[in-house]
């Protein structure tokens, strides 16, 4: 069954470049990278279940044994954690195929969407599957480069900006994660985290806490935990709703992620981090803030983001079970809230024609699916019973209350604080977009677009800086370049008072989805208990990917 955990990387590598080969023709493309996806979503159900049941899968690339060679490892979380991921890509890429940005093919360009999203999934997948250090950083240039390319597509000025600040603060992160791999390297001669495992323990405690606190920095700008979390709003508000939409989901969780597996098989703790308590007791706090100063909802989504990773950072923080588990389940939880609640904003966007709360009016009349689909979430965000949000907050304070040190009292007051400002936040935006008398779609200048093969397109940009939906229905002129003729085309315009079918049924699966998280709280629950402790009993899964080694002491 090692297949299963080779699948969602492979194949839609292979697929990326078929949809190349493919061309011009848009339906055999859409077809088929719904179809990988479809497939990565059955994959990941089926590792959740065999891992869940007989243990964690393991596959050997090449034969080569571990640690020589590179290994593939699907556990409870892992399985959980892409089932999720491929859940809201599928759902993603069905909202771009319905507002229309895979077909760039008719403004005159060729369309590497579908290829460049297939190869995010790819890197996603990698990332929550890998079993050594060096895959885990290739896993992440992977998703580097695609984001890069998917946030600036259909190239602006504010895009191109925003991408910058992405990749050079990334880069940084690549060159630190490189230094540290190094090191790992140096010290223990292996980068396999189940061969870390047995051997970090024996290297010189300060040295094995420098580089515990190397991992910490740079998956902290990964997650975007504060002081690291800069670059994140200033980069997601800016790309195309749905693209947002699926970073903001799943890039800051696979940091997360990364933090959860080093530092709990590689670096590992007895009892509460202060450091990471007092990280998370920050990032909760200027996040929620940082939210409540924004005037535009897209920027304040992205900023109650960077402050809901405080909650995993902070149960986290605890290394308990019941801390782990509330982690798993508030993954879950926010991979699908946030997801939601980005898309939300597109079809806001489109309707509206601008992604400022108090340019609008009276949209719970004029588009109530709308209003119930930004309202559902928006409760479980801020942790409102009986939503998926109330369940995972309610597991990390009962980690906290278990623990009961004043720096836990100080992280659980904090948080507590937050789900009141992120409720403040929701209700403003309910206030101001929602309710109130009807207001008329705004009409915006049109910005100009350089497309990929070097035309021009003019896309209306609602204020601040949301991208406008593409698929554009006519060419309306010419205009002269230097050496070349370029094509204008006018995209369609947002602020047209209608709304897309396929967009808001994307929309609602993913909100569905959380209503079934909610529902099954119960075998959530329990399933994340078993992650958890295997997380802090790692010898099940040491003893799969290295066979015949020792048992439980083996990873301490």
Same mark, same amino acid.
């Given at each position: ?119 995010? !999934? ?18 992440? +240039? ?66 094995? +806490? ?18 690291? #979390? ?26 997360? @992620? ?10 590992? #703790? ?12 920050? $990032? ?56 939601? =609640? ?11 024609? $601008? ?36 369940? /995972?907050?309610? /597991?990390?304070? &009962? /980690?906290?209350? &278990? ?6 009292? =100080? ?12 409720? @403040? ?14 207001? &008329? ?30 698929? /554009?229905?006519?060419? !309306? ?28 049924? %994307? ?14 709280? *119960? ?5 994340? &208990?078993? %992650?958890? *402790? ?10 799969? !990917?290295?066979?015949? $080694? ?7």
């Amino acid at each position: 069954m090692s297949i299963l955990v080779v699948f969602p990387v492979v194949v839609p590598l292979l697929a990326a470049g078929a949809v190349l080969v493919l061309g011009r023709w848009v339906l055999a493309r859409r077809v088929l990278a719904l179809t990988v996806i479809a497939g990565v979503v059955a994959d990941a159900a089926a590792v959740v279940v065999i891992a869940d049941t007989d243990g964690p899968l393991v596959a050997n690339l090449g034969g080569w044994p571990a640690p020589i060679g590179i290994t593939l490892v699907g556990d409870r979380l892992s399985g959980l954690l892409l089932l999720t991921s491929a859940v809201v890509t599928f759902a993603v890429l069905v909202y771009a195929i319905g507002q229309g940005i895979t077909e760039q093919a008719r403004l005159g360009r060729s369309s590497v969407f579908e290829a460049v999203y297939l190869v995010l !999934v790819a890197g996603v997948a990698l990332a929550y599957l890998t079993g050594d250090l060096f895959n885990l950083f290739v896993a992440f +240039e992977i998703m580097l480069v695609s984001s890069y390319v998917l946030i600036t597509f259909a190239v602006t000025p504010g895009r191109i900006r925003a991408g910058m600040t992405y990749v050079i603060v990334s880069m940084t992160s690549s060159l630190f994660f490189l230094t540290m791999l190094a090191l790992v390297y140096a010290a223990t001669g292996t980068v396999n985290l189940a061969d870390l495992a047995g051997r970090i323990g024996t290297l010189p405690p300060g040295l094995a +806490e420098t580089l515990g606190l190397m991992a910490l920095v740079v998956f902290g700008i990964k997650a975007a935990a504060v002081p690291l #979390h800069f670059w994140l709003p200033d980069s997601y508000p800016t790309a195309p709703a749905p693209i947002t939409a699926v970073l903001a989901a799943l890039l800051t969780k696979v940091g997360v @992620y990364a933090l959860l597996r080093t530092h709990t098989l590689v670096f590992r #703790h007895d009892s509460a981090w202060i450091l990471l308590l007092a990280t998370a007791v920050v $990032t909760l706090l200027v996040g929620a803030l940082g939210a409540i100063a924004q005037d535009d909802l897209n920027r304040m989504l992205s900023y109650l983001l960077v402050s809901h990773i405080g909650y995993m950072l902070f149960g986290l923080s605890l290394f308990t079970v019941i801390g782990l588990a509330g982690v798993i389940i508030y993954m879950v939880h926010h991979i699908l809230a946030q997801a939601a =609640l980005f898309l939300v904003s597109g079809l806001i966007t489109r309707y509206a024609g $601008t992604s400022v709360p108090r340019r609008m009016g009276g949209l719970a009349a004029a588009v109530p699916v709308t209003a119930l689909l930004f309202g559902i979430p928006a409760l479980s965000l801020a942790g409102i019973p009986p939503f998926s949000g109330f369940v /995972a907050k309610l /597991a990390l304070l &009962e /980690a906290g209350a &278990e623990t009961r040190t004043w720096p836990v009292d =100080l992280a659980l007051a904090a948080s507590l604080i937050t789900s009141l400002l992120s409720l @403040y936040v929701m209700v403003r935006v309910w206030t101001l977009a929602f309710w109130g008398p009807r207001r &008329e779609p705004t009409r915006v200048p049109a910005e100009p677009v350089v497309a990929l093969s070097g035309t021009v397109s003019t896309a209306a940009q609602p204020a601040p800086a949301e991208p406008a939906a593409a698929g /554009a229905t006519a060419a !309306v002129g010419a205009t002269a370049a230097v050496g070349a003729t370029a094509a204008v085309s006018t995209a369609e315009e947002p602020g047209t008072a209608t709304v897309s079918r396929p967009m808001v049924w %994307a929309t609602a699966g993913i909100v569905a989805v959380g209503l079934l998280v909610a529902l099954f709280a *119960g075998q959530l629950a329990g399933l994340s &208990e078993r %992650a958890a *402790g295997d997380l802090l009993e790692p010898s099940t899964y040491i003893r799969s !990917v290295l066979p015949g $080694t020792a048992g439980p002491e083996a990873g301490r």
